[in-house]
């Protein structure tokens, strides 16, 4: 079966630490992932996906297929980036399977 | 930048009553869906449309839904008999092609049904 887990359902930190969201995944051929962000009364938006392997407000994520992973990770937490953060994964279809989310919390 | 918008951004309804959730997409875009969220749950796929014919739906989206592009800009799901069960957030996306191309989401409609 198709899935997406996202262990924590909030991470806190303070400001300038480094901030890792965890996502796993289960899904036997080659999937698609990306990772979406939801700020304070805004829609869902596309934060980055694994195939353009850049780098979009200071935050990376690599695809690990041994591990099945997903990680989402920043070296300096900013109080900006509080928000949910939904892992999702696409399979063979256009449909998106979506994790339960993070909410991350930066304290300043 | 153009944006998926939804109508209405609130929906309140009698459970059985019929409700239509009203969707425009990104003027350019071939590729249409709605997504569902429960409170406290995951974003959940309903339906994907495309070339005026639903291209994929979920369990989920049984005899009581339906979909719509009633004309060149709107994309409109159906509950026929709403449940109590159907409350949730129901997001509209589109994009402009399938496959490898990003989904663009509105602001959604809250639904609540009584």
């Known amino acids: 079966a198709q899935r997406v887990t996202q262990p924590e359902k909030l991470l806190s930190v303070f400001k300038g630490a480094p901030v890792e969201l965890k996502c796993n995944y289960s899904y036997s051929g080659s999937p698609e992932l990306f990772w979406y962000v939801q700020y304070s009364r805004q829609r869902l938006q596309l934060l980055l996906r694994?195939?353009s392997r850049e780098s979009i407000k200071g935050f990376t994520a690599d695809l690990n297929k041994g591990e099945t992973s997903f990680h989402l990770k920043k070296p300096f937490a900013q109080e900006e980036d509080s928000a949910m953060y939904y892992c999702?994964?696409?399979?063979?279809?256009?449909?998106?399977?979506f994790g339960t989310g993070t909410r991350l919390q930066v304290f300043p | 930048e153009p944006e998926v918008t939804q109508t209405p951004s609130h929906q309140v309804t009698q459970m059985g009553q019929e409700v239509i959730l009203r969707c425009v997409p990104i003027s350019n875009h071939l590729y249409f869906y709605w997504y569902r969220q429960i409170l406290g749950q995951k974003v959940e796929f309903l339906v994907s449309f495309y070339n005026n014919e639903i291209s994929e739906k979920s369990e989920i989206f049984d005899d009581q839904f339906s979909v719509e592009r009633p004309d060149g800009s709107n994309f409109t799901l159906k509950i026929r008999s709403t449940k109590l069960e159907d409350s949730a957030m129901y997001f509209c996306?589109?994009?402009?092609?399938?496959?490898?191309?990003?989904?663009?989401f509105g602001p959604g409609t809250r639904l609540l049904v009584l």
């Open positions: 999702a994964l696409r399979a063979n279809t256009d449909k998106l399977i």
């Open positions: 996306a589109s994009s402009f092609s399938g496959g490898e191309e990003t989904q663009y």
């Open positions: 694994h195939i």
